[in-house]
């Protein structure tokens, strides 16, 4: 009931999960790690590897055997699909808490806070929760309204892929592949559609579900809704 109210309620979400399935297949298909770094500049790197059972005897009774799962140089690709959402979304939250503690350090008006985090939670005593509530919803705004952000995720997405594959495609107007040749050094035009072939299969590389032109006039909307909203701590 609930995934299908949010998909509901958000609708252009599944255009967003597509792209970043998309792009967790791409990443499995080449075995390559997953890398980006948040808005803080932390990095984080994602591969989930499969794992091959191998018999093993007992260093104490060659009677008893049993089995252990050892990693194999191979990505799993349904795991990595699977939880690249979630581990973006953790490392964002995180970088929210980051921002947040750095603001507090920065601001004049609070030098001492009670401040207590775990991992993308935090609490604090009652006295300071006006500040919490206030100060939580600048570094969520400067995090998930920076169209900027989300352009340089998908170039750097671009080029892990380019650099692990050393080629893209797209298709002329007779609908055949060519080579794409990138005179002024590796920049990715995001309108493109971009093509690799991985092991003689074509993957369509996604673009961003995002229309800037359109974000720009209705951001000062919701960032006036998320200042205002009752609901965006609990």
């Known amino acids: 009931i609930l995934y299908f109210a949010v998909h509901k309620l958000f609708f252009n979400l599944k255009k967003y999960i597509a792209y ?3 792009i967790a297949n791409i990443f499995s298909a080449l ?6 770094k948040t808005p803080v500049g932390m990095e984080v790197r994602m591969k989930y590897a499969k794992f091959k059972s191998k018999s093993v005897s007992s260093v104490y009774s060659k009677f008893r055997k049993g089995n252990v799962a050892l990693p194999i140089n191979k990505t799993d690709s349904i795991s990595n699909r699977i939880a690249f959402i979630p581990n973006f979304i953790h490392s964002m939250d995180s970088a929210n808490i980051q921002m947040l503690i750095k603001n507090f350090i920065t601001e004049e008006n609070i030098k001492d806070i009670n401040l207590v985090t775990i991992h993308d939670c935090f609490a604090t005593t009652p006295n300071y929760m006006k500040d919490i509530n206030r100060e939580v919803r600048l570094p969520f705004i ?3 309204f920076d169209s900027h952000f989300l352009k340089k995720l998908h170039e750097s997405f671009l080029k ?7 080629r893209f495609y797209i ?5 055949d592949l060519k080579i794409v040749n990138f005179k002024e050094g590796l920049k990715f035009d995001l309108k493109e ?3 690799i072939i991985i092991k003689k299969k074509e993957y369509n590389i996604p673009k961003i579900p995002y229309n800037i032109d359109q974000w720009e006039l209705v ?3 919701f960032e006036e809704g998320i200042k205002e909203s009752l609901y ?3």
């Open 20 to 22: 970043m399935h998309k």
């Open 31 to 36: 075995n390559l790690t997953i890398a980006w």
């Open 142 to 144: 400067k995090i998930y």
């Open 160 to 166: 892990q892929i380019f650099y692990e594959i050393k």
């Open 171 to 175: 298709r002329d107007n007779n609908n």
């Open 193 to 195: 559609d971009y093509i």
């Open 219 to 221: 951001k000062p909307i």
């Open 232 to 234: 965006l701590i609990n």
